[in-house]
């Protein structure tokens, strides 16, 4: 449904957003999800820099805008370029007009150790530094399978040193399910919980894989979900079975474009599940409004507005300050930002391809 104060798209990657612009596919295709890590997302985030991540960013964030999305959680991981990174894209979102929360998504899936360090180290400098009206910072991991228990720990203290949450992907796919098991845990949302990782209010991203009981164990806690259906059904993970259990469901589209109608579209079309009913089903849109209250306060969308023709936004106000008009982008030459992400873009494909 349309909604008068924009949309909250609840997870997805900024990094991601040159995408469209040609990304060569892979050679072979990937066969299983880690595949599809290995050969697409985690080649494309080894290679961003500074230019191309900001290019990213403003392209994807011009395209959300334009859909009607005022807000959005993002996750962000660029293994070469640390330090630094998430100013770029906080910068992007205040000068486009977008409201966002950011992390860092530590992992040690290139450098071990010392790679956890430096991505929680990004969330550390960018929580005690940032002070722009229009970001949040949180504390961000990958995900519980790539990630050792020093890193697990140190982010708990992360988040208690700022009294802030965690950003998580989680049981996405089996795989991350098998690697908590194979260390002695029933699954990667015990693991977390089990080094107090999950302050109340932390973010978990996608979910496909937990039961009926750890769903319920999320509520327990005040521990957000984030069903992205476009982004499972494109990677054929599954979809979550168990989440009508949980009021505290929001939408995300996971690197997919910003247009949050058509995502509720493709959660919409899923078959229905166990627990859910369509009025909790049509909660999970609007329920992002909640999870970004819970980040900038109770008033936080009070002066934002949005209208349509159709499904098209031709106004939206962010803040009480207008970023969409009928021409388009208020704050920004539009022309220029889709010209810096074509030659951002040439320039990232033509890294990919030199990776090994």
Known sequence: MLDPRGYVNAHTHLYSGLVSLGMPAPEP???SFLEILDRIWWRLDRVLDAPTLRAAARYYI???LLHGTSSLIDHHESPACIEGSLDVLADACQELGL???LCYGATERNRGRAEGEAGLAECRRFLRENDRPLVRGVVGLHASFTVGDDTLREAAELCREFDTVLHVHLAED???VEDARARGWPGPLERLLAFDCLP????????????AEQVAECARRGLWLVQNPRSNANNRVGH???FGADSLVALGTDGFPSSMPDEEAALF???????????????????????IAERFGAEADRDD????????????????ERVIGDAGLCRADAGAIVQEARTAAARLWSRMNELP
């Open 99 to 101: 409201r966002a929360v």
């Open 269 to 291: 079309a899923l078959p229905p599940q166990p627990t859910e009913t369509e009025a909790s089903r049509a909660l999970r849109l609007s329920s992002g409004h909640r999870l």
């Open 29 to 31: 295709a990937p066969g």
């Open 305 to 320: 507005h949005a209208r349509y023709e159709g499904s098209r936004c031709t106004e939206l106000v962010v803040a009480g």
């Open 174 to 176: 089996l795989a991350d």
């Open 240 to 242: 979550p079975r168990f």
């Open 200 to 211: 109340a209010g932390s973010i978990l991203a996608h979910g496909v894989h937990l039961d």
């Open 62 to 64: 011009q395209d959300a």
